[in-house]
Every structure is written in structure tokens, then in C-alpha cells.
């Protein structure tokens, strides 16, 4: 017979600091490798390795090779999920310098959870989706109306193939920067890659946080509603 789950055992693979930094870096998917991920930590290489290292053998990370170097991600989106519900019960950290503040608002207006988007943005576009029937919250998954598909494929979504990945289809996210849902799931991935296409979006050249182009606010605002944070 099995006991409960052995919650305490990953908790405490993320309960340091620099562990906890180093999964919240890979939070959006992306393939880093040990020196930068050692950088972003604040450790020296040796330690990251170790640290690295009890992130894989706890099943939190996957590690490639490339040659002589060793590149991480993180091992599934329910680890994605679980760090960005962490995040939303955790209180808030004071940026130590002007840059981190910087980072913090940029992560707060946009950014990739995993491989949807999340923060003001992601929050905002979803609960102007739901408002205008083009969604339909159903308990844990959001159901895609007609006038929804319609509205989602001028964004450059492709609403069918996202209904046939093997993975859950649509499903409400809780954003730890808004403490309200955004879309998650396949649907998610899909819109985030349209808004990408469509250059709304710009990926960064580091970071998970997301810029929105100045065609990116102008769409959002004509066609959703969805302005910038005051």
C-alpha cells in the first residue's frame, strides 16, 4: 500500500534560495545551461552544479547534453504549475536594486508560465475572453464557444490542432503576480504563440518576461480592452 504523497521531500529541494531561483528561471520553458543558471543564482559554478544535480535526481529538472555541456529545464508543466502557485502564496520580495525593480514590473506586466502567458497582460486578455462569451469557465477547464474559436483564430491560434495535443486543452492558471487565472493548457501555449507571430509579443533576450510592442497595446486595447496596469 502507498502513504501519502512525500510533499516535504520537494519542498525542500525548493526551499533555498538559489534552487528556488534557479527553477523560477526555467519557469518559462527554455533550455539554460549551468553557468548562466550559476549567474541568475548568485553561486559559484561548483555549488550550482550540486544544486543542479538534486533538482534532476528529485525529478524537478531534466538535464540535455550538447557536447561537453549539460543544459536544464524543467522536467513538466506540473512543476511550472507548482512554482507559480508557490509563488502566490508567497508574500512579496523588495527588489535590492533599480534593476531588479525593473525586472519585477516587466515580469508583472507580461511573461511566459511554462509556455502561456501570465501577468497583467495574460490575466486581463483571458477575463476579457470570459466576458465576452468567446470562453466559458466550467470548474477546473474553460470551454471555447463558437464566436470564441472565430475570435481566437484572427489572433493566429490554431484552436484545432491545440484540441488534439495530448495534453489538458483549456484550463484556468492562477497568476501569482494578480492573484486572479489566466489560460493555461494547450489553448494558452497556442495564444501565446499567435500573439508572438502576430508581434504583439517579443520575447526578451533574457528572462521570462515578456515586452508588448507598441502594435501588441494597440490591438489589445481595439480589440479587448486590455491597457496597461495604472
Same mark, same amino acid.
Given at each position: 500500500?502507498?502513504?501519502?504523497?512525500?510533499?516535504?521531500?520537494?519542498?525542500?529541494?525548493?526551499?533555498?534560495?538559489?534552487?528556488?531561483?534557479?527553477?523560477?528561471?526555467?519557469?518559462?520553458?527554455?533550455?539554460?545551461?549551468?553557468?548562466?543558471?550559476?549567474?541568475?543564482?548568485?553561486?559559484?559554478?561548483?555549488?550550482?552544479?550540486?544544486?543542479?544535480?538534486?533538482?534532476?535526481?528529485?525529478?524537478?529538472?531534466?538535464?540535455?547534453?550538447?557536447?561537453?555541456?549539460?543544459?536544464?529545464?524543467?522536467?513538466?508543466?506540473?512543476?511550472?504549475?507548482?512554482?507559480?502557485?508557490? /509563488?502566490? @502564496?508567497?508574500?512579496?520580495?523588495?527588489? $535590492?536594486?533599480? &534593476?531588479?525593480?525593473?525586472? +519585477? %514590473? *516587466? =515580469?508583472? #506586466?507580461?511573461?511566459?508560465?511554462?509556455?502561456?502567458?501570465?501577468?497583467?497582460?495574460?490575466?486581463?486578455?483571458?477575463?476579457?475572453?470570459?466576458?465576452?462569451?468567446?470562453?466559458?469557465?466550467?470548474?477546473?477547464?474553460?470551454?471555447?464557444?463558437?464566436?470564441?474559436?472565430?475570435?481566437?483564430?484572427?489572433?493566429?491560434?490554431?484552436?484545432?490542432?491545440?484540441?488534439?495535443?495530448?495534453?489538458?486543452?483549456?484550463?484556468?492558471?492562477?497568476?501569482?503576480?494578480?492573484?486572479?487565472?489566466?489560460?493555461?493548457?494547450?489553448?494558452?501555449? /497556442?495564444? @501565446?504563440?499567435?500573439?508572438?507571430?502576430? $508581434?504583439?509579443? &517579443?520575447?526578451?533576450?533574457? +528572462? %521570462? *518576461? =515578456?515586452? #508588448?510592442?507598441?502594435?501588441?497595446?494597440?490591438?489589445?486595447?481595439?480589440?479587448?480592452?486590455?491597457?496597461?496596469?495604472?
Amino acid at each position: 500500500m502507498l502513504a501519502d504523497a512525500p510533499i516535504a521531500s520537494v519542498a525542500a529541494l525548493v526551499a533555498d534560495r538559489a534552487r528556488a531561483d534557479m527553477l523560477l528561471a526555467l519557469a518559462d520553458g527554455r533550455l539554460l545551461p549551468a553557468c548562466e543558471l550559476a549567474t541568475l543564482a548568485g553561486v559559484k559554478a561548483p555549488t550550482a552544479s550540486a544544486h543542479l544535480s538534486r533538482l534532476v535526481e528529485g525529478g524537478l529538472l531534466q538535464v540535455e547534453r550538447e557536447g561537453r555541456h549539460a543544459l536544464y529545464r524543467l522536467a513538466s508543466a506540473p512543476v511550472a504549475r507548482a512554482l507559480e502557485a508557490l /509563488a502566490a @502564496l508567497a508574500p512579496p520580495r523588495p527588489a $535590492g536594486s533599480f &534593476r531588479e525593480a525593473q525586472h +519585477g %514590473r *516587466a =515580469l508583472r #506586466v507580461a511573461r511566459s508560465c511554462f509556455d502561456h502567458l501570465a501577468g497583467h497582460v495574460g490575466v486581463a486578455l483571458t477575463a476579457a475572453l470570459l466576458a465576452r462569451g468567446a470562453l466559458r469557465a466550467r470548474r477546473t477547464a474553460y470551454v471555447v464557444t463558437p464566436e470564441g474559436e472565430r475570435t481566437l483564430r484572427r489572433l493566429g491560434v490554431e484552436v484545432d490542432a491545440a484540441r488534439g495535443a495530448r495534453r489538458a486543452f483549456a484550463r484556468p492558471c492562477l497568476d501569482w503576480s494578480e492573484r486572479r487565472h489566466h489560460l493555461a493548457g494547450a489553448l494558452g501555449a /497556442a495564444l @501565446l504563440d499567435g500573439l508572438l507571430a502576430k $508581434g504583439w509579443l &517579443r520575447r526578451r533576450r533574457s +528572462g %521570462r *518576461a =515578456l515586452e #508588448v510592442t507598441s502594435d501588441g497595446w494597440r490591438g489589445l486595447r481595439s480589440a479587448f480592452g486590455v491597457r496597461p496596469a495604472a
